[in-house]
C-alpha cells in the first residue's frame, strides 16, 4: 500500500506526538516508542543495536517536532536527546489500528469456477519468479508449468519458495498406490480436502504437489480456499466461526513403526481450527478429519462446538466451494497449506499409474521470499501484513 505521506502538521500530545497526515489519516506516536526507535540507536532489521530500553527514562516526553527542509520530522526529547525520522519511515511503521489494516493482506478469494493462475516455471530472481509468489499469497494457490518430472525438478521449484522442510516423511514424500498401505494417500481412494500436518505445533506452510505420473481415469485434485468458507461461517453464524477460532482441540499422528518413507512418530498439538490475528482477521486453517483426537473440551459446550465442526465440515466438502482440476506430467502445483485445503477424487489401477511428489517450505520462508522479490522489483506490498498461519 502506497502512502501520501505529506503531513498537515504535528501536535505535541502528553505522552507524544499526533501527526495529521494531508490524506486526511492521524497517526499517535508514544514518546517511548520514538526514542526507542531513533535511528542512532542501531538497524533493528539487521539485528544491531547500541541503544538499551533500560536507558530509558518511563516519563520521557517530547518537547518539541518540526519538519527539516529536507522534509524529515525532528523531534526533541525531555532528556535532551534529538532524532530525526524519515517521514516515510513513520508512515510504513505506525502503529495506529488504521495504518494496520491499510498493510492488511491482499487476499482474493476462490470457488467452484475460478481459474488458478498458470505460469511457466520461472527463473529465478525474475519478475515471473515474483509473479508466482504473488499469486499464491492472493490466491493461495497456483499452477507452474513445464517442472522437470525428476526429483531435480521438484528441488528446482521448491527453491524458488525456501528450503525444503524435513519431516519423518523425508525431504521428498512420492505419493503412489503401496500394495501395503501405511498412509491414505497411498490407496486409490478419494481423500476430502484438508490441510497436512496438523499435529505439528508449527504446520506445513507452502506446499508443492509436482506430477510425475497421471492416471487418466479419475485422480483429479481438489482445492478449497479455507478463508472463504472460514468468512462464509461468519457471515452465516458468528457464534460458531467464534467456537472454532477460539477453542483448541486435539490433532494427532501416530506410528509405532518406522515404515519406508516414514519415521516412528507421536505427534501431538492442539489448536484452533481457525486461527485469527491480532485484528481478529482470518490467519491460517487446520483442517483433517482423519487427524482429529477425540476431543477434550469442556462438556458445557461441546454440542455447539460439534454442531459449529459439522457446518464448517459441509461447507468445506460443498462441490461450489472446490475447484476440480486435473495435473498433467510436468505441472505443479504451489498452495497455501495452512489456507487451500486440497484433496482428490477416486482413481483406479485401470487408468495407470498415478504418481505426485510432495514438498513443504516453511511459511516464514516464504513470505521472506517473496518480501525480498517484491523490494527487488520495487513492487508495492513489501510492509503487507502477510497470514501469521495456523500456531498452536
Same mark, same amino acid.
Given at each position: 500500500m502506497e502512502f501520501d505521506t505529506a503531513f498537515l502538521n504535528t501536535e505535541l500530545t502528553t505522552?507524544?506526538?499526533?501527526? @495529521?497526515?494531508?490524506?486526511?489519516?492521524?497517526?499517535?506516536? %508514544?514518546?517511548?516508542?520514538?526514542?526507542d526507535n531513533c535511528p542512532t540507536g542501531g538497524d533493528k532489521r539487521k539485528a544491531?543495536?547500541?541503544?538499551? &530500553?533500560?536507558?530509558l527514562d518511563p516519563d520521557l516526553a517530547v518537547v518539541d517536532a518540526a519538519q527539516n527542509e529536507y522534509g524529515d520530522l525532528e523531534i526533541e526529547f525531555s532528556d535532551g536527546h534529538q532524532s530525526t525520522f524519515d517521514i516515510d519511515w513513520l508512515r510504513d511503521n505506525s502503529p495506529e489500528p488504521a495504518d494496520r489494516v491499510r498493510r492488511a493482506r491482499q487476499v482474493s478469494y476462490f470457488r467452484a469456477g475460478t481459474p488458478l493462475a498458470q505460469l511457466p516455471l520461472p527463473q529465478p530472481g525474475t519478475a515471473e519468479h515474483c509473479d508466482l509468489l504473488d499469486a499464491v499469497a492472493e490466491w493461495g494457490a497456483a499452477?507452474?508449468?513445464?517442472?522437470?518430472? +525428476?526429483?531435480?525438478?521438484?528441488?528446482?521449484?521448491?527453491?524458488? $519458495?525456501?528450503?525444503?522442510?524435513?519431516?519423518?516423511?523425508?525431504?521428498?514424500?512420492? $505419493? &503412489?498406490?503401496?500394495?501395503?498401505?501405511?498412509?491414505?494417500?497411498?490407496? +486409490?481412494?478419494?481423500? =476430502?480436502?484438508?490441510?497436512? =500436518?496438523?499435529? @505439528?505445533?508449527?504446520?506445513?506452510?507452502?506446499? $508443492?504437489? %509436482?506430477?510425475?505420473?497421471?492416471?487418466?481415469?479419475?485422480?483429479?485434485? $481438489?482445492l478449497v480456499d479455507g478463508f472463504a468458507v472460514a468468512e462464509s461461517l461468519l457471515d452465516d453464524d458468528p457464534a460458531a466461526f467464534d467456537l472454532l477460532a477460539e477453542v483448541s482441540v486435539p490433532f494427532i499422528r501416530h506410528r509405532t513403526e518406522s515404515v519406508d518413507q516414514g519415521e516412528d512418530v507421536h505427534l501431538l498439538a492442539h489448536a484452533p481450527i481457525i486461527t485469527l490475528d491480532r485484528d481478529r482477521e482470518i490467519a491460517g486453517i487446520r483442517f483433517h478429519e482423519r487427524s482429529m483426537a477425540p476431543f477434550d473440551i469442556d462438556p458445557a459446550i461441546m454440542g455447539d462446538y460439534y454442531r459449529a465442526y459439522i457446518e464448517f465440515t459441509r461447507r468445506i466438502n460443498d462441490p461450489a466451494n472446490a475447484i476440480q482440476f486435473k495435473l498433467q506430467p510436468?505441472?505443479?502445483?504451489?498452495?497455501?497449506?495452512?489456507?487451500?485445503?486440497?484433496?482428490?477424487?477416486?482413481?483406479?489401477?485401470?487408468?495407470?499409474?498415478? %504418481?505426485?511428489?510432495?514438498?513443504?517450505?516453511?511459511? =516464514?520462508?516464504?513470505?521472506?521470499?517473496?518480501r525480498r522479490l517484491r523490494e527487488d522489483h520495487d513492487r508495492p506490498g513489501v510492509h503487507e501484513r502477510l497470514p501469521i498461519g495456523s500456531l498452536s
Open positions: 505522552d507524544g506526538i499526533v501527526v @495529521r497526515w494531508s490524506d486526511g489519516a492521524r497517526s499517535r506516536f %508514544h514518546a517511548l516508542w520514538l526514542r544491531f543495536r547500541t541503544f538499551s &530500553v533500560t536507558e499452477i507452474v508449468d513445464d517442472v522437470p518430472t +525428476g526429483e531435480a525438478g521438484t528441488e528446482a521449484l521448491a527453491a524458488l $519458495i525456501g528450503r525444503v522442510r524435513e519431516t519423518d516423511f523425508g525431504r521428498l514424500f512420492d $505419493i &503412489v498406490v503401496e500394495p501395503e498401505m501405511w498412509e491414505f494417500s497411498q490407496t +486409490g481412494l478419494a481423500l =476430502d480436502p484438508h490441510t497436512d =500436518d496438523p499435529y @505439528r505445533y508449527t504446520p506445513s506452510g507452502t506446499s $508443492i504437489l %509436482h506430477c510425475v505420473e497421471v492416471s487418466t481415469t479419475g485422480g483429479d485434485s $481438489i510436468g505441472q505443479a502445483v504451489v498452495y497455501d497449506n495452512q489456507r487451500a485445503l486440497h484433496g482428490r477424487t477416486a482413481f483406479g489401477p485401470e487408468g495407470g499409474r498415478r %504418481h505426485l511428489r510432495l514438498c513443504t517450505i516453511d511459511r =516464514d520462508q516464504f513470505h521472506s521470499r517473496l
